[in-house]
């Protein structure tokens, strides 16, 4: 009896194994609909999840949606039909290591190599050449700055960018502030690959849940179709590779707020200010000193991180009014 805890530790041994082995959780109805009207191309020898609907008849304009971390483009699905309708074609992809797309490993992650996924992809469609709308949100912001930085540096293969809008995403270092776990993974620490394979659905939902507005929590079902979207080809094992965007934005503040605050691109930024991530008032005190030609949307007092799927209407009503304001 002096040996019980010895007896009980080897019978965990196989549940334990059985649990970090887990299966990836089935795709939802939903999910599965969205997947089924995209399509792949390849980059580079890894395969990327896009969608592109034609849409508004008599318009040539093209929309570009750039999701956040650590979703995927279904992050859009509730101003997808809207966009359609206004825009000829709507445009969204999922990052190297997101969503449907492939998620290898070992890989060296990169906003630079991201950024590359995008140009490939208008290259792919035939859109090299046309102005395009971009509309990002958390981590796509920042591709998006490096796709600033290469079109208004004239770089080879850089993006027509027509307008930029962005949504509460870590511009500024010294303004963001990364949820614990993020910050354990990020830096690349022995316990990464520990706490790759525990976290849970329980952990997953907590953290993101944490970074909503109290009165605009997602339904148990936009949870589950959420971490779904990053157990699919075993997503969460390359986190902590894919968090290197935090220590990148860091490293490369000058390059990226640099292109931000000197660009002559129509710049509109719309903020849901209940943001434990980019909070309220340093983040948008400090994006307005330093980015003056932008355009501001700061939306309800209640809205946190995920402003398009917190309050799509008025996410929406923001970025048609600055669209037809230039």
């Not at 041994?13 to 089935?26: K, S, T």
């Not at 027509?162 to 990364?178: D, I, Q, R, V």
């Not at 986190?239 to 390059?255: M, T």
Request: glycine share 8%; charged share 15%.
């Amino acid at each position: 009896m002096k040996e019980w805890w010895l007896h009980v530790g080897l019978m965990c041994i196989p549940l334990l194994a059985v649990y970090l082995h887990i299966p990836p959780p089935q795709l939802s109805a939903a999910l599965l609909k969205w997947h089924n009207a995209g399509r792949g191309f390849n980059f580079r020898g890894s395969e990327i999840f896009y969608r592109d609907s034609h849409g508004a008849l008599g318009s040539s304009d093209v929309v570009l949606l750039l999701h956040g971390f650590p979703t995927s483009s279904y992050d859009w699905h509730k101003i997808w039909e809207p966009l359609t309708q206004r825009f000829n074609r709507v445009i969204a992809l999922d990052f190297l290591g997101f969503g449907f797309s492939d998620k290898p490993r070992p890989h060296r992650y990169s906003i630079f190599e991201q950024a590359s996924v995008v140009e490939a992809l208008l290259a792919h469609l035939g859109l090299a050449n046309q102005r395009i709308n971009l509309v990002s949100h958390d981590y796509g912001d920042t591709v998006a700055l490096e796709l600033l930085h290469r079109s208004d540096q004239n770089r080879t293969g850089h993006l027509n960018i027509n307008s930029l809008c962005l949504s509460n995403g870590g511009l500024f270092p010294e303004a963001h502030h990364p949820r614990l776990l993020q910050m354990l993974l990020k830096d690349s620490t022995f316990l990464a690959p520990v706490l790759m394979r525990l976290t849970n659905y329980m952990i997953f939902q907590k953290g993101i849940g944490e970074v909503f507005g109290p009165y605009t929590q997602p339904t148990d079902a936009e949870f589950w179709d959420m971490w779904t979207g990053l157990r699919y080809n075993d997503g969460n094992l390359v986190l902590d590779s894919v968090l290197q965007y935090i220590n990148q934005r860091l490293k490369h503040r000058e390059r990226w707020v640099g292109a931000l605050t000197s660009t002559f691109v129509p710049l509109h930024l719309i903020y849901g200010p209940l943001d434990p991530v980019n909070p309220h008032p340093h983040f948008i005190r400090l994006y307005q000193q330093l980015v003056q030609r932008s355009t501001v949307s700061v939306l309800d007092e209640h809205i946190g991180h995920y402003p398009q799927l917190e309050d799509p209407a008025g996410f929406l009503k923001a970025y048609f009014n600055f669209i037809h304001s230039f």
